[in-house]
């Protein structure tokens, strides 16, 4: 089973960027679609990036175009770049494997997350 360590989570203003990353270690990485997902205050966890192994990507509505996944098969790390924030994007961060719009990655131990939040 999959086993992942997020961060490069922080406070930043509304318009900043912040990079996260993702270590996995366990599991099939490699083969396995990845995702980020997060929770926001109140709310259940939600997929809202993925990457297939080959790079295939997928964005939830709300973030395409200000977030971009990349992933390092070498290295077994998963980024994410937020770009353009908002007080909405205010969340804790998880990876795991990419379950949900449309993909069925096997999922493993949920890490402790990366929080991101954005002052307006």
């Known amino acids: 089973q999959g086993q992942y360590v997020e961060s490069g989570g922080g406070l930043v203003q509304a318009g900043g960027s912040l990079r996260l990353s993702c270590a996995a270690s366990g599991g099939t990485f490699t083969a396995n679609p990845m995702g980020w997902y997060r929770q926001l205050p109140g709310k259940q966890r939600e997929l809202v990036a993925g990457i297939r192994s080959g790079g295939v990507t997928k964005y939830a509505n709300s973030v395409r175009g200000r977030f971009t996944i990349s992933r390092d098969n070498v290295k077994n790390i998963i980024y994410l770049q937020i770009d353009n924030l908002k007080p909405e994007d205010t969340a804790v961060y998880y990876c795991?494997?990419?379950?949900?719009?449309?993909?069925?990655?096997?999922?493993?131990?949920w890490g402790q997350g990366t929080q991101v939040t954005v002052s307006s």
């Open positions: 795991n494997g990419a379950r949900g719009m449309g993909w069925n990655g096997q999922v493993g131990s």
